[in-house]
């Protein structure tokens, strides 16, 4: 069975703190989203990789894909970056469907 | 504005009848598809559609129906909805699926 799986299920902070938030997958995937969902429900897209990195603002998102892993880095967090914080996964071989981690609900203390 | 419309943002209704929750996007997204989130089970994907005419089970589709007759369309149709499908839906789309998702405002349902 594909599964996704992300740690820690939950984390608070210090606002300023460097935040990492992993997740792990079990076979090889297409492709690995992070999605963010505040207190309220919306859900918003932050990154889409299939390699590397990418950048945007105070966030960092990795991935190795020879150890299945990825990582979401916030640098100098914000109590405004608290939310859940969920990776997504499609798998190869013509399947177009997503597979969820059960999401890292993150607080940054004042 | 690009964006995905989902409605009834809330909707509370009884066994048995039958509902339909829209979704619509105008983006031009060939990739469209149905998420439930529960509380401990995380987002749970119940149909995708890759384009017009052309839908697919995810990993939770009993008792739901899907339709795509417009390519910016996709309802999620409950046609005898049970209590167990009480839970927060979310529509999305993207040019496909492994590009940026857009998700709607989401329809938190209530099945008495």
């Known amino acids: 069975k594909n599964e996704v799986e992300q740690s820690p299920q939950n984390l608070t902070a210090q606002e300023g703190e460097f935040i990492t938030i992993n997740c792990s997958y079990s076979?090889?995937?297409?492709?690995l989203h992070w999605l963010q969902q505040h207190p309220g429900g919306g859900i918003v897209s932050l990154f889409m990789?299939?390699?590397g990195k990418k950048k945007h603002g105070r966030l960092i998102a990795t991935i190795n894909i020879q150890e299945k892993h990825s990582s979401l880095h916030i640098t100098a967090s914000h109590p405004r970056d608290s939310a859940v914080y969920i990776c997504?996964?499609?798998?190869?071989?013509?399947?177009?469907?997503?597979?969820f981690g059960t999401g890292t609900r993150l607080t940054i203390i004042p | 504005e690009a964006q995905v419309t989902q409605n009834p943002r809330y909707l509370i209704t009884v066994t048995g009848k039958k509902l339909t929750v829209t979704c619509s996007q105008n983006?031009?997204?060939?990739?469209m598809s149905w998420y439930r989130q529960d509380p401990g089970l995380g987002l749970r994907q119940i149909y995708y559609?890759?384009?017009?005419?052309?839908?697919d089970k995810g990993d939770v589709p009993e008792g739901y129906k899907v339709s795509r007759k417009e390519k910016r369309n996709f309802p999620l149709i409950l046609e005898s909805p049970s209590p167990n499908q009480t839970s927060l839906y979310f529509c999305?789309?993207?040019?496909?699926?492994?590009?940026?998702?857009?998700f709607g405002s989401g329809t938190q349902l209530s099945v008495l």
């Open positions: 999305a789309s993207s040019l496909t699926v492994n590009e940026k998702l857009f």
């Open positions: 076979v090889g995937i297409s492709a």
């Open positions: 990789l299939s390699s």
């Open positions: 997504a996964v499609s798998f190869p071989f013509g399947n177009e469907k997503l597979t």
């Open positions: 983006m031009n997204h060939e990739y």
């Open positions: 559609s890759m384009n017009v005419e052309v839908t």
